[in-house]
């Protein structure tokens, strides 16, 4: 197994992702990155379907780990995609790091069946003792970066983005709030790291 494939195996919110992806789906996994969450999902759940990517190494590590990637960037770049061509798009991780958030969830939602979005919650205490107690703009295991180089463009939370799709009249159709792998029930908006989403129109 590629180191790829192997940290893919290790994050909670792929075998979240993994589950709720019905057998033999026609996936777009867009911002895919090396491709991993992709290969597994073609490998567990017998998916087909594409990866979408703009920057060059991370489309190189996709091919390797046998996934058809198209370079494109996912911003005003999926025209050529027809409405409900796909039962499942998947935004992981990627989301936040986009500037036209909305415009980008009505495309992915005209062009798939149904969406999973993953999102870092900004909402975890640790985010919020950090910006309240410390002063600064919080830096972790999970967010790594600094506020100068950060990728993350939108700073949401569980609540912040089940607000989002109320207003635009998204369904949001289920969702799971992780914290060290492990599902969380109790006060998820505060003790979540990740959030996962599926939603549709």
């Not at 993994?18 to 017998?46: S, Y």
């Not at 499942?88 to 009505?106: D, G, P, Y």
């Not at 069946?113 to 205490?125: D, E, R, Y």
């Not at 989002?164 to 790291?193: D, H, M, Q, S």
Request: aromatic residues 8%; charged residues 20%.
């Amino acid at each position: 197994m590629s180191t790829e494939l192997m940290n893919a195996a290790q994050r909670a919110d792929y075998d979240v992702v993994c589950d709720w992806v019905p057998q033999g789906a026609r996936v777009l996994d867009l911002g895919c990155g090396d491709g991993a969450l992709l290969a597994r999902l073609t490998k567990v759940r017998g998916a087909r379907g594409y990866g979408v990517e703009i920057d060059d190494a991370a489309i190189v590590a996709a091919m390797q780990n046998g996934v058809n990637v198209i370079q494109s960037n996912i911003e005003g770049g999926l025209a050529f995609f027809g409405n409900k061509s796909f039962d499942i798009v998947i935004l992981s991780q990627t989301l936040q790091a986009t500037r036209h958030t909305e415009a980008l969830i009505n495309d992915v939602l005209q062009i798939g069946k149904s969406a999973i979005v993953t999102l870092p919650n900004f909402g975890h205490w640790q985010v919020r003792w950090q910006l309240g107690v410390g002063g600064r703009m919080p830096v972790s295991k999970r967010m790594p970066y600094q506020w100068y180089d950060t990728p993350n463009v939108h700073f949401s939370t569980v609540d912040d983005f089940h607000a989002f799709c109320a207003e635009k009249g998204i369904v949001v159709e289920r969702t799971a709030v992780l914290a060290g792998g492990k599902a969380v029930k109790f006060l998820p908006n505060v003790r979540g790291e990740t959030a996962v989403f599926q939603i549709r129109r």
